[in-house]
C-alpha cells in the first residue's frame, strides 16, 4: 500500500467527496488504523455527512485549516498519520469566476503547506484529489488521457491545475511519495445544491425554475461519488508512487438529457407526471467560458489498479433522488 495505512489524514473531509471516501473506508472495508478529519468547515461542508461513523473509535475531527501548520504538526505529534489524502478545495466554477482569489489561497496555496508539510516527514504518501478540467474541453470526439497537455479555462480549473504542478514538482524536486487522480463529474448523496444535479433535484422539488446554461448541451462524463471512493482506495491499495490516475465515470450526457433523467426518477418516486416538472425549464445565459465537453479515458486504472466504476447512472441518480427526499422529509416533516 503506497504510506502503511495505519493512520490516514483526510482534508475536507466533511465536504460532499471527502465524506463519501471517510463513509467507505470505515464501513466497507477491512481498514484497522486511523482517520482523521481535518475540515474548515466552510459552507460546502457539514459534519451530518459523516454522523453514521462519528463514534467510530477509528475515527477523530479536527477543525482547521490545512495553511495552520501548527494544527497539522500538532495532529502529526499525537497521532502520526502516514497517508494525506487531499479532498480540501475550492471546487465551483461559478464561485471561481466570480472570486479567484478564494481559489488561489486554498487551491494552491492550501496544497503547496501540504507539501512543505510532506517534505520534512518524506514516510507520508500524499495522494491529491484533482479534476478532468485542468485539460480543459473537448470536441465531440476524443477523450483525456493521463498524459494530456493541461489547458485551464476557468479560475477554479486554473488553480487545480497549478495545485497538480505543485504536487509532482515536489515529488520530482525533493522525492515525496505522491499520486494524484482526476475524476469526472462527481454526484450523489450529501452534495451542496449549488451543483447541478442536487440543484435541479431541490428547484423541482419546490417548484422553482430549473436554470440551464445556453442550450443544454455541453456534455459532462458522470461518476457516482461512491465509486470515486472505491478508486480512491484502490489506488493506495495498488497504485504506484509517482502515477496520475484518471478516474472517469464511463457516462457522458448533454446537461438537458441529464436534467430529463433526473425529473424522471424524481417524478416517478413522487408519482407525478415528469411533464409537471418541464414547465419550470428555463434556458439562461452561458456561463463564462462554458467547457464544451469532458471525458476522461479510464484504461489505466481499470488495467493498473483493477478498478472500474460500478454504478450507472440510473441507479446512481436513484440513489441520489432518494436520499434528497429523506433529507426533505427530516427537516420538513413531509414531500412539498
Not at 278 to 306: N, Q
Request: hydrophobic share 35%.
Amino acid at each position: 500500500m503506497l504510506g502503511k495505512g495505519k493512520h490516514i489524514l483526510v482534508t475536507g473531509g466533511a465536504g460532499f467527496m471527502g465524506s463519501a471516501f471517510i463513509r467507505f473506508v470505515l464501513q466497507e472495508t477491512e481498514f484497522k488504523g486511523m482517520l482523521s478529519n481535518l475540515d474548515l468547515l466552510t459552507y460546502a461542508a457539514n459534519l451530518r455527512n459523516l454522523s453514521s461513523i462519528e463514534s467510530d473509535s477509528r475515527y477523530q475531527f479536527f477543525h482547521g485549516d490545512i495553511s495552520d501548520r501548527g494544527l497539522i504538526e500538532k495532529i502529526y505529534q499525537d497521532h502520526p498519520f502516514d497517508t494525506i489524502v487531499h479532498f480540501a478545495a475550492e471546487t465551483h466554477v461559478d464561485r471561481s469566476i466570480d472570486h479567484p482569489q478564494v481559489f488561489v489561497e486554498t487551491n494552491v496555496l492550501g496544497t503547496s503547506h501540504l507539501l512543505t508539510f510532506v517534505r520534512e516527514h518524506p514516510q507520508i504518501h500524499f495522494h491529491h484529489i484533482s479534476t478532468d478540467e485542468v485539460y480543459g474541453a473537448l470536441g465531440e470526439q476524443g477523450m483525456f488521457t493521463e498524459d494530456s497537455s493541461y489547458l485551464p479555462n476557468s479560475p477554479y480549473a486554473a488553480s487545480k491545475a497549478a495545485s497538480d504542478h505543485f504536487v509532482r514538482a515536489y515529488a520530482k524536486t525533493y522525492g515525496i511519495s505522491a499520486t494524484i487522480s482526476h475524476a469526472s463529474n462527481n454526484y450523489g448523496p450529501c452534495q451542496f445544491p449549488e451543483k447541478l444535479i442536487p440543484l435541479m433535484i431541490s428547484h423541482a422539488m419546490h417548484g422553482k425554475p430549473l436554470p440551464v446554461y445556453g442550450k443544454g448541451e455541453n456534455i459532462r462524463d458522470w461518476l457516482f461519488v461512491e465509486d470515486h471512493a472505491e478508486a480512491i482506495w484502490a489506488i493506495l491499495q495498488r497504485g504506484k508512487a509517482g502515477e496520475i490516475y484518471n478516474v472517469g465515470g464511463s457516462c457522458e450526457k448533454r446537461n438537458i438529457d441529464l436534467l430529463f433523467l433526473i425529473l424522471e426518477v424524481l417524478a416517478k418516486k413522487l408519482d407525478k407526471d415528469p411533464t409537471d416538472f418541464h414547465r419550470l425549464i428555463t434556458f439562461v445565459d452561458d456561463r463564462l467560458g462554458h467547457d464544451f465537453r469532458y471525458a476522461l479515458d479510464g484504461h489505466k486504472m481499470e488495467t493498473s489498479i483493477g478498478w472500474k466504476p460500478r454504478y450507472d447512472l440510473e441507479l446512481g441518480l436513484e440513489k441520489t433522488v432518494d436520499w434528497y427526499l429523506r433529507e426533505e422529509c427530516s427537516v420538513t416533516g413531509d414531500r412539498k
